[in-house]
């Protein structure tokens, strides 16, 4: 069966440090894999989505970028925080077309 | 506006049934789907309906949609303490190649013993 992992689970960061999460897929192939936010109005943001290795497309212009490395991990990142970078980062995966499965979420809080 | 709407709060007491709703503006999405978001976890699935049906069952929960007013339900019976979480309507749309998934604000549902 799939799992998908997501590191740290929580994480407390000043303002202007940098940023790696990591979210890692097991028992499957060739994923879709998505970074979603959920601020405190608790609606889900979708960041970014990749179909596969190196291959990153962006929703929203931020602060944040992510990277495919490998075809089972996908990276969140920044190299600057802001306060507003705040919240909950949860990241999924899929088959195309199919069901998203998410991951347990980082929550990130900048000071 | 928002392409999935729900209201933002449910409260009902132990043992009733519990309805929260959703609707969408998409009448090209292909499947709608129920999550469940525990306090501090991740999004759970819960189930998802094809746009084709009418209605599903699982055990507890049945999902009603109506294609002609854009409107999905999730039917939760004898609610009990543990169903207390947020529940997230979400719809995929016909011709989206990455199968994106369109998400409501999420409707916090308690339940009072």
């Known amino acids: 069966s799939q799992t998908i992992h997501q590191w740290p689970a929580t994480l407390v960061q000043p303002v202007g440090s940098p940023l790696s999460l990591e979210c890692t897929v097991e028992g499957t192939s060739n994923p879709n894999l998505y970074w979603y936010r959920q601020a405190a109005g608790r609606g889900l943001q979708l960041l970014f989505y990749s179909v596969g290795i190196g291959q990153i497309s962006s929703e929203v212009p931020q602060n944040l970028s992510a990277s495919r490395p490998q075809d089972r991990q996908f990276i969140l990142s920044s190299k600057k925080l802001l306060l507003s970078d705040s919240g909950f980062y949860l990241c999924a995966w899929s088959h195309p077309q199919e069901t998203q499965y998410f991951g347990p979420g980082t929550r990130l809080l900048v000071l | 506006g928002e392409d999935v709407e729900q209201s933002l709060f449910l409260s009902v007491r132990e043992g009733d049934s519990s309805v929260i709703n959703c609707t969408y503006t998409?009448?090209?999405?292909?499947?709608l789907y129920w999550y469940k978001q525990e306090p501090g976890a991740g999004l759970q699935l819960l189930t998802y309906?094809?746009?084709?049906?009418d209605m599903k069952q699982d055990q507890r929960l049945t999902v009603l949609l109506n294609k002609k007013d854009k409107h999905l339900s999730l039917r939760i019976a004898d609610t009990q303490t543990g169903d207390s979480a947020i529940y997230f309507c979400?719809?995929?749309?016909?011709?989206?190649?990455?199968?994106?998934?369109?998400f409501g604000r999420g409707t916090q549902l308690t339940v009072w013993p």
């Open positions: 979400a719809e995929s749309k016909r011709g989206s190649t990455l199968g994106r998934l369109y």
């Open positions: 998409d009448s090209s999405s292909t499947y």
């Open positions: 309906i094809f746009s084709n049906m």
